[in-house]
């Protein structure tokens, strides 16, 4: 069961292939209150432009999401298309337009097929309520292998709240943020300027730590609801249930996060890069990126081949400062580099690296400070997706 008072739907407008289910809607039956992280990129997707308006009022009902088609690059006709989607489906539903928000993934460059999607807009608000939000996940997918679901219960004070999250990606993956929609809905009321609190330090520490490619989209975005139907006062940043929540969520996105990296187009190992003992957490995050970021790093660790050169490599241009003879490398529990030279272990390392999961550990024995990056290996496979993804 998930949150209290949402309902769901899903529709097929035939936007890459017939009879998908390529649009969903997520509606809450009261209002409910709404923060939001997007993309960094410079260039950002119309609906993304959209809902960075709409998100300063804090408010929100419905959220309408489409895939096979980002509505990027699309001029001011991308933006006309956003609102009109947007109007359409207020209307339907009887709420104010600056209450719905609209979100797209997909290819770039192309405007958005409406009158394909104008009818699926029908469907979707006649249909609601019956569909799940992992069909909404289904909906949601690109070239993701499988829906993406997490929930977790949590007591706030004598009643108890859900937290339900959604999302896709697979490639295209970076910090700040990644080719990934995510929709976290919740039942517990959450003062506005709590929730933007709770979600921005959640996502810090899950979907800004992964990369797949060191991509960045143009669509990346994560809207959090919460619409208060188990009845709890609203929960602020001094109530002695904040602590809990924020665990909750932190938990949630990082559940999140690991299937994104599993999910990686085109990978065969998800892969932990844990940085120790760096000078400060900002530089332990450069090293921990420079080595996952790394495509010499990747291949290597697709041919189970324990190349530790490269990540020395990769962690000289990372901009930090270290000693390379003092660095110590692990795969698994395997020590393969002490103090800057080999020990000698590959064969055990090798054997390691043929597993699905892989935790690489560079201790730089430089400060305190800690870092955990999330990455995956890269495969002749994801080139091909990406190679075809338009034809």
Not at 9 to 19: D, L, N, Q, V, Y
Not at 82 to 111: E, F, K, N
Not at 197 to 211: D, G
Request: aromatic share 4%; net charge positive.
């Amino acid at each position: 069961m998930g949150p209290k008072g949402f309902h769901y739907a899903t529709a097929s407008a035939g936007i890459k292939a017939p009879r998908r289910k390529d649009m969903a809607l997520i509606f809450s039956e009261t209002e409910a209150t709404i923060a939001g992280t997007f993309t960094t990129n410079a260039v950002k997707a119309a609906p993304v432009q959209t809902c960075l308006k709409k998100i300063k009022s804090g408010k929100a009902r419905a959220i309408v999401v489409n895939s096979g088609n980002a509505n990027a690059c699309t001029g001011t006709q991308g933006t006309k298309d956003t609102r009109h989607i947007i109007s359409l489906v207020s209307q339907q539903l009887g709420i104010p337009s600056s209450h719905t928000y609209m979100c797209s993934t997909g290819v770039i460059g192309t405007p958005l097929p409406m009158i394909k999607m104008v009818p699926a807009i029908n469907k979707l608000t006649e249909n609601l309520g019956n569909a799940s939000l992992r069909n909404v996940a289904k909906a949601m997918m690109t070239t993701d292998t499988f829906p993406k679901t997490v929930s977790k219960k949590i007591r706030i004070g004598k009643k108890i709240g859900t937290i339900s999250g959604v999302c896709k990606g697979a490639g295209m993956i970076a910090p700040h943020m990644a080719t990934m929609l995510c929709f976290i809905l919740t039942d517990i009321a959450i003062d506005q300027k709590t929730l933007n609190v709770l979600l921005r330090r959640s996502v810090e520490q899950s979907f800004n730590r992964i990369t797949i490619d060191g991509d960045r989209s143009t669509n990346d975005t994560v809207l959090m609801m919460a619409n208060g139907m188990i009845g709890n006062v609203p929960v602020k940043r001094t109530s002695p249930s904040f602590d809990s929540i924020q665990k909750t969520l932190n938990d949630l996105t990082d559940s999140l996060s690991r299937l994104i990296v599993t999910d990686a187009e085109g990978a065969t190992k998800a892969v932990e890069i844990l940085i120790r003992n760096s000078k400060n957490k900002s530089e332990a995050k450069a090293a921990g990126f420079a080595v996952a970021n790394s495509l010499l790093v990747k291949t290597a660790l697709y041919g189970k081949d324990p190349n530790w050169g490269r990540i020395m490599a990769a962690l000289g241009y990372a901009g930090i400062t270290f000693n390379p003879e003092r660095t110590d490398i692990y795969f698994n529990a395997v020590k393969v580099v002490a103090g800057g030279i080999s020990n000698h272990r590959d064969r055990l390392a090798a054997k390691a690296l043929a597993a699905q999961k892989l935790k690489i550990t560079i201790d730089l024995h430089r400060g305190s400070a800690s870092a955990l990056v999330l990455t995956s290996d890269i495969s002749e496979q994801y080139i091909r997706i990406n190679a075809d993804y338009r034809t």
